[in-house]
């Protein structure tokens, strides 16, 4: 997974068909993202963010997931307890 600047003006990653464009003064504008301008830094997390997707959606449907689900119950702070035969919670050594 990389993604490449190549001659200053374009982006592109090897594992997703998106790609950016320089619109100068180290600006760029995401395939994704239109009506977008974003910095540099901005323009790749945002291209590493869709050579990501290609993997989730191929993984998701093993749990029986969208990949927004799967992105939305891993990310939800609620879903951090711990499993009911996990003792650590009751005897204090682990706060739930």
Partial sequence: ?????????????????HHARSVGQERWVVSF????TLTTQQAVAALQI??????????TPFVGLTPLEAVGFAMWPGRLRRAPWDRRVETGEVRA
């Fill in 1 to 17: 997974m990389a993604v490449q600047i190549v001659a200053g003006v374009s982006m592109c990653g090897d594992r997703t068909p």
């Fill in 33 to 36: 993202l239109p009506g977008r």
């Fill in 50 to 59: 869709a050579e990501m997707t290609g993997e989730l959606a191929r993984l």
